[in-house]
């Protein structure tokens, strides 16, 4: 069944009873889980899988992580979990009997090899806080926004529950284990912090000082009851210490080498405009040198590009030609793909739909939160992914306008 509820300016989602008992069921049931992180792993995702294969081994499930991404840039113990890299699935790879995928609902966001495996486990999961789900054609629950406390649309108990007015993955799990009444202890806070705080901290809702090793919520995150009641009730089972190594682990621009800072540098010289200065832009082509130099689409560089556009939307340059920006772009290669990250000051869900409705295909996807998004194209052809710029472009100026 599909439910899209509506919004009613009460913001403190919560996952009902009946929800969490079926999620939990199937977890617990079940003899071997998958835990599934999306492809280019980010904290959210890893934490959300860290979370969950503890709760599962408190409660004797034996389970592995599936993860697209080297430990050592998220900073994850490896010791600790049950890791394996998609890269290390064999085309014969024995399944667990139920998998979970975990901050992602489409099919886009995974390798093909990670695809064709989650295509032959007998039951499948999903926690996420994404629009565009394509893993599933029914059986799922989509929250767009925030519910009143009392309200009760969302019925139905699904495999698939996804929630995209959540700020994280580590969020929604909160609200799972707190409807099951599992008590949730400093080593699961967090883990649950973490990903709450990356995933705030791409959003502009929470501020992230590594060298000070500070945390503190911005005003989009104070205004929002559901995500601020969950920062505060976790934050308040972790130490000053903990605080700091958190703050450390997600603002990783505050520790640059020098390429990186010359790099962060020249991003505002090679911003481009469009639409009386709306659209800001930076197209960094395939194959560019420095771009290379760097390693293309590392966590580093990730985070850089990420903090930019941040930058450019509440215009901390403090420049005139920054005054009207509504939508701000960057274009880069990742490997054999070529990729787009957006933020928005307006409702990206125009520009997903508009880019579905011309140019989605095969090759190409575009997708994500309501302020924040991106893409790719399976190409790193200067032409193709030229022109398949200019549709992104394209699409963003016709939802802008």
């Given at each position: 069944m599909k439910i899209s509820c509506t919004s009613i300016n009460f913001k403190a989602n919560k996952i009902i009873k009946p929800q969490a008992e079926y999620i939990n069921k199937v977890l617990c049931s079940s003899k071997n889980v998958?835990?599934?992180c999306h492809e280019d792993t980010d904290r959210d995702s890893a934490?959300?899988?860290?979370?969950?294969?503890?709760?599962?081994?408190?409660?004797?499930?034996?389970?592995?992580?599936?993860?697209?991404?080297?430990?050592?840039?998220?900073?994850?113990?490896k010791s600790n979990c049950n890791f394996i890299n998609s890269k290390e699935l064999k085309e014969d790879e024995p399944?667990?009997?139920?998998?979970?995928?975990?901050?992602?609902?489409?099919?886009?966001?995974v390798n093909q090899k990670t695809l064709n495996y989650l295509r032959k486990v007998p039951k499948l999961l999903c926690i996420d806080h994404h629009k565009g789900i394509n893993l599933v054609n029914h059986d799922y629950t989509y929250i767009s926004d925030s519910l009143d406390e009392n309200n009760n649309s969302v019925k139905p108990v699904t495999s698939f529950y996804i929630d995209s007015s959540a700020k994280s993955t580590t969020s929604i799990l909160y609200r799972l284990y707190e409807a099951l009444g599992e008590k949730i202890d400093n080593k699961q806070a967090y883990t649950l912090f973490s990903g709450l705080v990356d995933d705030g901290q791409k959003?502009?809702?929470?501020?992230?000082?590594?060298?000070?090793?500070?945390?503190s919520p911005d005003t989009i995150?104070?205004?929002?009851?559901?995500?601020?009641?969950?920062?505060?009730?976790?934050?308040?089972?972790?130490?000053?210490?903990?605080?700091?190594?958190?703050a450390k682990d997600v603002d990783i621009t505050s520790f640059l080498t020098k390429n990186e800072k010359q790099f962060q540098g020249s991003l505002f010289k090679r911003?481009?405009?469009e639409k009386d200065g709306k659209i800001a832009y930076v197209y960094i082509p395939p194959n560019d040198e420095e771009w290379n130099k760097l390693g293309q689409d590392?966590?580093?560089?990730?985070?850089?590009?990420n903090k930019f556009r941040r930058r450019v939307i509440s215009n901390d340059f403090n420049s005139e030609k920054l005054n009207n920006v509504r939508t701000v772009l960057t274009f880069y290669q990742a490997g054999d793909k070529y990729k787009v990250s957006i933020h928005s000051k307006d409702n990206l869900h125009y520009v997903y739909d508009n880019f579905d409705t011309y140019y989605?295909?095969?090759?190409?996807?575009?997708?994500?939160?309501?302020?924040?998004?991106?893409?790719?194209?399976?190409?790193?052809?200067?032409?193709?992914?030229?022109?398949?710029?200019?549709?992104?472009?394209?699409?963003v100026s016709l939802s802008i306008l």
């Open positions: 998958d835990i599934i934490d959300s899988a860290v979370s969950i294969f503890n709760y599962l081994k408190q409660k004797g499930v034996n389970s592995r992580i599936i993860i697209s991404q080297d430990l050592k840039n998220l900073n994850l113990d399944t667990g009997d139920t998998a979970i995928c975990v901050d992602f609902s489409s099919s886009e966001r959003r502009s809702a929470i501020i992230c000082d590594g060298i000070n090793g500070e945390i995150l104070i205004e929002d009851k559901n995500a601020y009641d969950v920062y505060v009730n976790l934050r308040k089972k972790l130490t000053p210490e903990q605080i700091k190594q958190i911003l481009q405009f590392t966590t580093i560089t990730s985070a850089i590009l989605k295909n095969e090759t190409t996807s575009l997708g994500g939160h309501t302020l924040r998004g991106g893409g790719r194209i399976l190409s790193t052809n200067e032409a193709v992914c030229k022109n398949w710029a200019n549709n992104v472009l394209d699409c």
